[in-house]
């Protein structure tokens, strides 16, 4: 077995020709894929290999030397050092057709699937300025800022240009030196409400003075009250979503109304239909589903989420039925007809309709092969990673369920993240 030789640590020049779904660029030296972060495919680039792994290496940019027409100076004056926006250097359209182009490769290699019907990235709102939540952390100074691209240290920040002006006041107002060793930002101007969250240290915790609310993380991760309630808001899609500050909801205020959109437009007529919506949140939606007339059976497996649908739903004068329950475990139940520990309910019959919004890792193949055997006609899937997508893609393929469609939504801005709406049915 012939010894395998190291990649040279000496300056190379090579052509970027592929990109990959963490948003860096691909070149090849000695025949070994080599990811280059700040390139963009069709560059001619100097690069110094940093990393050398057995079937693939890293390097750092060096030079550009032959550039793309798509290449532009980054607004961001922490670029390249902040770890929060890797395609700064792409115009903003560029990267769009970028997120595309990750989509369809990750569903032909990974899903497997001929030919995949990708539709072009959307634009769906601005792509600076759209970013209602951030996650602060400190510096050993006490300044506030980000992590240090792939490292834990951080990089002050006082202004992100990816933050909205809400949050944005929010961090100005708690300033540096509060003593916590995280501070998160929230702002939602729908409904005229701002809130810090403060993760304190082994330092003495200073509580910054503002109009805000003010919450204390507690070492079990939830959060007590110093100031307000700490109760958000915002408004999509012609409906009221509350929830708390220590919760989940989309960070990109006009994105969340491009996935509902995107949602409805995929279910069609859904009026008399039985949908389950699965990883149902606050209901985000469950509520718009349940206003078109469908009969809605929200699945989510956090007790706080659960109870803001239902009040949500309330509020808005619709009828939600909500099962407090993980995911995995509803399916399987219902699929195996096992005891439920509540009283049954209408989430018993086998649904027309099936809209799920799994966490970054996907739903899985027990869950796909779960829904695949109550043979709804339609699975609608919101997925924030192509790559889990395009996996269970690939279970749903094999079970019967052809991708009929697959819209990426660019909910994310100046990073290679991507929000993709997919429809399957039998």
Same mark, same amino acid.
């Given at each position: ?123 769906v709102g601005p792509d600076l300025g759209y970013r209602n939540h951030a996650r602060l952390h400190a510096a050993p100074d006490g300044r506030l800022g980000f992590h240090h691209a792939g490292s834990t240290d951080v990089v002050p920040v006082e202004r992100c240009l ?75 899609? @012609?409906?009221? /979503?509350?929830? #708390? ?9 006009? $994105? =969340? &109304?491009?996935? %509902? ?83 049954? @309910?209408?989430? /018993?019959?086998? #649904? ?9 890792? $996907? =739903? &899985?193949?027990? %869950? ?59």
């Amino acid at each position: 077995m012939s010894r395998r030789v190291p990649l040279s640590r000496e300056d190379t020049d090579v052509r970027i020709d592929g990109f990959t779904h963490g948003g860096e660029g691909v070149a090849r030296i000695e025949g070994k894929a080599v990811f280059v972060p700040g390139t963009i495919p069709g560059e001619t680039v100097r690069v110094r290999v940093t990393d050398d792994r057995k079937n693939w290496a890293r390097a750092e940019l060096v030079e550009v030397l032959e550039p793309s027409a798509d290449r532009v100076t980054p607004p961001c004056p922490y670029v390249p050092d902040c770890g929060g926006c890797d395609l700064q250097h792409v115009a903003p359209d560029a990267q769009r057709q970028l997120k595309t182009r990750v989509v369809r490769e990750q569903l032909e290699r990974l899903g497997r699937l001929t030919d995949p019907p990708v539709e072009p990235c959307r634009a769906v709102g601005p792509d600076l300025g759209y970013r209602n939540h951030a996650r602060l952390h400190a510096a050993p100074d006490g300044r506030l800022g980000f992590h240090h691209a792939g490292s834990t240290d951080v990089v002050p920040v006082e202004r992100c240009l990816i933050l909205a002006s809400s949050p944005q006041a929010v961090r100005d107002q708690v300033g540096d030196g509060t003593g916590a060793v995280e501070v998160t930002v929230r702002g939602h101007p729908a409904a005229d409400r701002h809130v810090a969250v403060l993760t304190p240290g082994p330092a003495a915790l200073h509580s910054p003075d503002g109009d805000f609310d003010l919450l204390l993380r507690q070492p079990d991760g939830s959060t007590i009250a110093l100031r307000g309630d700490g109760v958000l808001a915002e408004d999509v899609a @012609g409906h009221r /979503f509350r929830f #708390p500050a220590d919760g989940f909801f989309q960070v990109n205020s006009a $994105g =969340a &109304g491009a996935i %509902v959109e995107a949602v409805l437009d995929a279910c069609g007529e859904v009026g008399g239909l039985l949908v389950w919506d699965l990883y149902a949140g606050v209901g985000l939606l469950s509520l718009p589903l349940a206003a078109a007339g469908a009969d809605v059976t929200a699945v989510e497996g956090h007790a706080g989420s659960c109870e803001w649908a239902q009040t949500n739903a309330a509020d808005a004068g619709l009828s939600l039925h909500v099962v407090h329950e993980p995911v995995e475990a509803f399916t399987r139940r219902i699929r195996t007809g096992a005891p439920a520990d509540e009283t049954p @309910g209408p989430e /018993f019959d086998p #649904p027309d309709v099936v809209v799920l919004d799994p966490p970054r890792v $996907g =739903a &899985g193949e027990d %869950v796909c092969r779960d829904l695949a055997a109550l043979r709804p006609g339609q699975i609608v899937y919101v997925s924030c990673d192509p790559a889990a997508l395009a996996r269970d893609a690939r279970t749903l393929d094999g079970l019967g369920y052809r991708l009929r469609r697959a819209v990426p939504l660019d909910l994310f801005p100046q990073t290679h993240h991507v929000e993709v709406v997919a429809l399957f049915s039998r």
